[in-house]
């Protein structure tokens, strides 16, 4: 993972709503847009943002089930989200973009 890709997921996950978003995702495995919605707090026009921020990051996939459009996290992305810091911690340099 180069040094873009981790700012850019970093910036995805430095908003509260968006890291909100994200967490209720990966605790239920998969939601619609629906159940984002009913997250108190949370309009449509605010969850089609995130969520498109969030995936522009790797950080979740959207798939269509009939009418309705589901997001999951991608555990690889996450995964070598956390090599790359550990690496940094390590003060090993990371690739330019």
Excluded: W
């Excluded at 850019?8 to 890291?19: F, N, Q, V, Y």
């Excluded at 309705?68 to 790359?84: G, I, K, L």
Aim: aromatic share 4%; hydrophobic share 35%; charged share 25%.
């Amino acid at each position: 993972m180069n040094r873009s890709q981790i700012e850019k997921i970093s910036k995805a996950l430095a908003d509260g709503t968006r890291l909100r978003i994200f967490e209720a995702i990966s605790h239920s495995g998969h939601m619609n847009c629906g159940e984002i919605v009913s997250m108190r707090g949370v309009t449509p026009a605010t969850v089609s943002h995130h969520l498109k921020i969030l995936s522009e990051a790797g950080l979740i996939s959207c798939r269509r089930k009939g009418q309705f459009v589901y997001s999951e996290t991608v555990p690889e992305t996450v995964e070598e989200f956390a090599r790359a810091l550990a690496k940094l911690t390590r003060g090993k340099k990371l690739p330019r973009r």
